[in-house]
């Protein structure tokens, strides 16, 4: 069983929203082999939900699986595993909550850094589950942002996200009797419901609101109502996914890859909605980053179990020069990888080798571009 983690710090939201913003910029995402997920139903309620992705740039094949019920419990449980695209291992299997909450945080700073106005200080929420509390970290780490209003159908769980808010000592936070309340005059507003009916959003919005809108969705109903997202320009992370999921109504929208690059005709200053159906590509940037922040597979990773009998603590270097190769390997990865070996006493089994020295590369490629775009804004 994955463990449950440790929660993301917002560190993490930043630096993945950078690796997103990078992958999406040199092209990465378009190059990725994404499917359409897969629904399997058991004639009961319950959904089974698999979303695999590959990406050469990356080195990395991950599946998302999970299923989603209606309680009681948790209603949606889910692992990522992650592959090595290079030598076909399993580099470890992520709890899909922290994936997909991380995911969540990241991919709304990235939309909304393209589009909310900058002046922005008032976020509307509503909704007060774990997304909800995605939505803040992802908006303020972007925008500056004083003032945050809480509106739930479960005051307690309101009162809870106002309390975590305030802990963060960068906002004022009010919980707010209704929907209309909570989104009034807002600069940003975020919708993070499991509400397949338009939520009461108030009417009064400015021109410049931005709205993240990443709840229930159906390919006939979204949180949000016809009518705004006919009058907003609607951001998706993929326009098939979308119209499949969310409707037809997402035929024109801007994808994640034209906003990055500037590949559209520009958000013309009307209303933005960011309306969410998730992407695996997402996932595997995300999964891209935990694999190689958490190397050691500590809370939240689960590493795949290693044979006793294939790693020894006896043996020197020049031994496993002989038996392996690794130590004789031309190039400055290969050298690098037989000192480390070297200095920790193990002797690598020469059938191994080939295998362990390529699932090194591809973890240190990955950790490369991650430091490559530590010095981007998100």
Known sequence: MTPAGRPRPATDVVAVARLMRQALRG????????PMRQVVEDGSGVRFLSMPAVSADLALCVNKTATIGDGPGPTVTSVVSVFSTTTGELLGVLDGAIVTNLKCAAVTAVVTDRCAARSSTVLGIVGSGVQAWQQYLGVSAVREI??????????AHAEALRARVLAEGRARAVVCASAEEATSGADIVSTATTSVLPLPIAADLPEHVHINCVGAHTPWSR??????????????????????????????????????SGGHTGLDGRPTVFSSTGHASLDLITCARLVAADRSYGPGVTE??????????????????????????TDAVGREFAA???????????????????????????????????????
């Open 27 to 34: 092209g990465a995402v378009g190059r990725m082999t994404v």
């Open 146 to 155: 004083t003032h945050v209003r809480i509106h739930s159908r479960t005051p």
């Open 223 to 260: 949180e949000l109502p016809r009518a705004l997202l006919a009058s907003a320009t609607l951001v998706v992370e993929d326009i098939g996914t979308a119209v499949a999921e969310a409707g037809e109504i997402h035929r024109t929208a801007i994808d994640l890859e034209s906003l990055e």
């Open 304 to 329: 795949r179990p290693v044979d006793s009998a294939t790693v020894t603590a006896s043996g020197s270097a020049a031994a496993m020069d002989t038996a392996t190769g690794i130590g004789t390997d």
């Open 340 to 378: 480390a070996l070297g200095r920790l006493g193990i002797e690598m089994p020469p059938d191994l080798a080939p295998g362990v020295l390529a699932g090194y590369r591809s973890l240190r490629a990955s950790t490369e571009l991650l430091r490559e775009v530590e010095n981007m804004d998100v």
